[in-house]
């Protein structure tokens, strides 16, 4: 059984003088997520090691470690940064037909980019759930058929090499990339600004039938007039009878021209969804951005095999809307993953450690953080969740957490965590950094309610 020895019961040992252990036991908890909060210094880190270094030998864990402090015996650790390169292709799809698929696969990519500070606009959204989509139909890639979804990974390296020597058999064997979707967005634009490609000849071909379509109309409307008034006015008629067939002429050539110049099929369909050439601008600067980044490289983390993986972030925490969208994109992916292995009769199978919750917290229901504590207990997917103050913590977390460990809490935090946890604020004055601290177990058959331990 697996257990942690969080301290001695705190007026047990002050009133009688006796040691009183109080253990975090896996099989008694009512669910494996744990919330720890201190200030700096309180000791985080040290409960965090405790925790994972007491989990089960046949549980995985995956520890974001944005201040490269996290060391744990065992762990295999991989550096994320520029120069590393490493990285995870947001492409890659999960081909089970029941979990994966391209909608979910571009769901999280826009998902992702709008955990940041700046979200898509609208219209943005729908350009760029358009080109991730196309991207994959050229791969031929069918968002419609699961058969056509089960490709290889492959790095940065291998790509360059088979593009280099036309090996074009090979590149439709792998996942599209970034890139690949950058370099349709450019085409596209390519398109709009020089009438390059054969949208042009649909623009001019819908010009012409306009023009055919208001001479009928207007037609129409002197005959209209005409009939009421019981006038006669052969001259206006005939001009307009010859205004209209030259227009249909116009119409009935550009058409012609238009629908000879079609290769896909999707030529009007792709002249509606990327019509605007600012919005489709702005798509092109965040994606050369997010790719600038080199989170979302194709090359695959050096993990192996390894149970305990730790996710060095350090340089990527410098921008927080980079390593928000980092961890949240990889969080929905390991959602996905346990949820395809199906559930586990409240077994823990994963573990997943996040550190500085308040750059990941809120009150969004769809926040991974969030979806984990409703949803994965049944698939065996915790989260242990630490951060300076339990304020920073959202209401679901808070209320579906097996476990809550307070270490000291900053003055300016004590209303709010009172407010939140429904404690006292006198409880929380308390709290000595290393030496006392507060838990809250929901354990089975007991009620649930906050314990002041004794460390050491």
């Given at each position: 059984?697996?257990?942690?020895?969080?301290?001695?019961?705190?007026?047990?040992?002050?009133?009688?003088?006796?040691?009183?252990?109080?253990?975090?036991?896996?099989?008694?908890?009512?669910?494996?997520?744990?919330?720890?909060?201190?200030?700096?210094?309180?000791?985080?880190?040290?409960?965090?090691?405790?925790?994972?270094?007491?989990?089960?030998?046949?549980?995985?864990?995956?520890?974001?470690?944005?201040?490269?402090?996290?060391?744990?015996?065992?762990?295999?650790?991989?550096?994320?940064?520029?120069?590393?390169?490493?990285?995870?292709?947001?492409?890659?799809?999960?081909?089970?037909?029941?979990?994966?698929?391209?909608?979910?696969?571009?769901?999280?990519?826009?998902?992702?980019?709008?955990?940041?500070?700046?979200?898509?606009?609208?219209?943005?959204?729908?350009?760029?759930?358009?080109?991730?989509?196309?991207?994959?139909?050229?791969?031929?890639?069918?968002?419609?058929?699961?058969?056509?979804?089960?490709?290889?990974?492959?790095?940065?390296?291998?790509?360059?090499?088979?593009?280099?020597?036309?090996?074009?058999?090979?590149?439709?064997?792998?996942?599209?990339?970034?890139?690949?979707?950058?370099?349709?967005?450019?085409?596209?634009?390519?398109?709009?600004?020089?009438?390059?490609?054969?949208?042009?000849?649909?623009?001019?071909?819908?010009?012409?039938?306009?023009d055919f379509c208001r001479s009928m109309n207007a037609i129409t409307q002197l005959r209209t007039k005409l009939a009421k008034s019981?006038?006669?006015?052969?001259?206006?008629?005939?001009?307009?009878?010859?205004?209209?067939?030259?227009?249909?002429?116009?119409?009935?050539?550009?058409?012609?021209?238009?629908?000879?110049?079609?290769?896909?099929?999707?030529?009007?369909?792709?002249?509606?969804?990327?019509?605007?050439?600012?919005?489709?601008?702005?798509?092109?600067?965040?994606?050369?951005?997010?790719?600038?980044?080199?989170?979302?490289?194709?090359?695959?983390?050096?993990?192996?095999?390894?149970?305990?993986?730790?996710?060095?972030?350090?340089?990527?925490?410098?921008?927080?809307?980079?390593?928000?969208?980092?961890?949240?994109?990889?969080?929905?992916?390991?959602?996905?993953?346990?949820?395809?292995?199906?559930?586990?009769?409240?077994?823990?199978?994963?573990?997943?450690?996040?550190?500085?919750?308040?750059?990941?917290?809120?009150?969004?229901?769809?926040?991974?953080?969030?979806?984990?504590?409703?949803?994965?207990?049944?698939?065996?997917?915790?989260?242990?969740?630490?951060?300076?103050?339990?304020?920073?913590?959202?209401?679901?977390?808070?209320?579906?957490?097996?476990?809550?460990?307070?270490?000291?809490?900053?003055?300016?935090?004590?209303?709010?965590?009172?407010?939140?946890?429904?404690?006292?604020?006198?409880?929380?004055?308390?709290?000595?950094?290393?030496?006392?601290?507060?838990?809250?177990?929901?354990?089975?058959?007991?009620?649930?309610?906050?314990?002041?331990?004794?460390?050491?």
């Amino acid at each position: 059984m697996s257990q942690v020895l969080i301290g001695n019961d705190f007026w047990k040992q002050r009133k009688d003088n006796v040691l009183l252990p109080i253990y975090w036991r896996e099989t008694e908890v009512s669910n494996h997520h744990v919330g720890v909060a201190g200030t700096s210094g309180a000791g985080k880190t040290h409960w965090i090691r405790q925790f994972v270094t007491n989990m089960p030998d046949d549980v995985e864990i995956d520890i974001f470690d944005c201040h490269g402090d996290i060391e744990i015996p065992g762990a295999q650790s991989v550096l994320f940064s520029e120069a590393t390169r490493y990285g995870f292709n947001p492409l890659v799809l999960n081909s089970d037909p029941h979990y994966g698929g391209v909608r979910r696969a571009v769901n999280d990519v826009i998902e992702a980019i709008n955990s940041t500070s700046r979200r898509l606009g609208e219209n943005q959204e729908g350009v760029l759930r358009h080109l991730l989509t196309d991207t994959y139909i050229a791969r031929e890639i069918n968002p419609e058929n699961p058969r056509t979804w089960a490709r290889r990974e492959a790095t940065q390296a291998e790509i360059r090499q088979m593009i280099e020597a036309q090996d074009w058999e090979s590149f439709f064997r792998v996942y599209p990339t970034l890139p690949d979707v950058i370099r349709l967005a450019k085409r596209k634009l390519k398109a709009l600004w020089m009438g390059i490609d054969d949208e042009d000849k649909g623009s001019h071909a819908l010009s012409a039938f306009d023009d055919f379509c208001r001479s009928m109309n207007a037609i129409t409307q002197l005959r209209t007039k005409l009939a009421k008034s019981k006038a006669k006015d052969d001259g206006d008629l005939d001009a307009l009878q010859k205004r209209m067939e030259a227009a249909k002429m116009k119409a009935l050539e550009t058409h012609a021209t238009f629908l000879n110049s079609m290769e896909t099929g999707r030529e009007f369909e792709d002249a509606m969804k990327y019509s605007s050439k600012d919005v489709l601008l702005s798509v092109i600067t965040r994606l050369d951005n997010l790719n600038a980044t080199g989170a979302f490289n194709p090359n695959p983390p050096p993990f192996g095999n390894a149970r305990i993986r730790r996710y060095i972030l350090k340089p990527m925490a410098q921008s927080e809307d980079e390593l928000k969208m980092f961890v949240r994109f990889r969080m929905r992916a390991i959602i996905r993953e346990m949820m395809q292995r199906g559930e586990s009769g409240g077994k823990l199978r994963r573990l997943i450690v996040l550190d500085e919750s308040k750059k990941f917290n809120d009150e969004d229901g769809s926040n991974p953080i969030n979806v984990i504590v409703n949803e994965m207990r049944k698939f065996g997917l915790a989260i242990l969740l630490a951060g300076q103050s339990p304020a920073h913590f959202s209401s679901d977390f808070i209320k579906n957490a097996g476990t809550l460990l307070l270490l000291n809490l900053a003055t300016a935090d004590w209303n709010e965590a009172a407010r939140k946890l429904k404690i006292e604020v006198d409880d929380l004055k308390y709290l000595k950094p290393l030496e006392t601290g507060a838990v809250r177990m929901l354990e089975k058959g007991k009620a649930a309610a906050f314990r002041r331990v004794q460390f050491g």
